[in-house]
T-cell receptor
Framework: DGGITQSPKYLFRKEGQNVTLSCEQNLNHDAMYWYRQDPGQGLRLIYY???????QKGDIAEGYSVSREKKESFPLTVTSAQKNPTAFYLCASSIGQGTGANSPLHFGNGTRLTVT | AQSVTQLGSHVSVSEGALVLLRCNYS??????LFWYVQYPNQGLQLLLK??????LVKGINGFEAEFKKSETSFHLTKPSAHMSDAAEYFC???????????FGAGTILRVKS
């Protein structure tokens, strides 16, 4: 079955450590996205990539970094510069390079990161 | 900038009752509109989407939403709630020429037996 795989499901880190969240898709989608979800705030866009070797900052990119070396993979690194990293992180993809009607987002099951 | 407002962070209905989840958007031109559902500790699933082909959109699991341009609304309804509908629901908007989806804050639906 095609889909998006995020790993691990739960991740615990000490403050000051960088951590990388994995996102892999086998849907052959061009675009990939990282969202952060906090209770009562909906989803906020961190980074997105419309094509391999290219990515753009979203609304809350500070303290995060990404890479897109392969079409299937879009890992997110949460750096020590991120002031409040504890959150639920969702990866998504879409078939086209936009989020129009023909390109709804497909989501992974998320990674819950806890930093203490 | 586009924004989405979901009225009511929590909605509680009895099993078999009407479900109404409210969503209003701000956009100068009719955008693309979506409703997603999220079950605990999972990702989001697409319920339905508005493409401008019809103002009343039917989705999965018996849900539907009506686009009302004059009210800039896209409320989600279901005639009869089921226990399995308990989840968090997100309204989202995308500009037709854009490449970003903006989400509302979400509404948690509770279904009482």
């Amino acid at each position: 079955d095609g889909g998006i795989t995020q790993s691990p499901k739960y991740l615990f880190r000490k403050e000051g450590q960088n951590v990388t969240l994995s996102c892999e898709q086998n849907l052959n989608h061009d675009a990939m996205y990282w969202y952060r979800q906090d209770p009562g705030q909906g989803l906020r866009l961190i980074y997105y990539s419309q094509i391999v070797n290219d990515f753009q900052k979203g609304d809350i990119a500070e303290g995060y970094s990404v890479s897109r070396e392969k079409k299937e993979s879009f890992p997110l690194t949460v750096t020590s510069a991120q002031k409040n990293p504890t959150a639920f992180y969702l990866c998504a993809s879409s078939i086209g390079q936009g989020t129009g009607a023909n390109s709804p987002l497909h989501f992974g099951n998320g990674t819950r990161l806890t930093v203490t | 900038a586009q924004s989405v407002t979901q009225l009511g962070s929590h909605v509680s209905v009895s099993e078999g009752a009407l479900v109404l989840l409210r969503c209003n958007y701000s956009s100068s031109v009719p955008p693309y509109l979506f409703w997603y559902v999220q079950y605990p500790n999972q990702g989001l699933q697409l319920l339905l989407k508005y493409t401008s082909a019809a103002t009343l959109v039917k989705g999965i699991n018996g849900f539907e939403a009506e686009f009302k341009k004059s009210e800039t609304s896209f409320h989600l309804t279901k005639p009869s709630a089921h226990m399995s509908d308990a989840a968090e629901y997100f309204c989202a908007v995308s500009e037709r020429s854009g490449n970003k989806l903006v989400f509302g804050a979400g509404t948690i639906l509770r279904v009482k037996s």
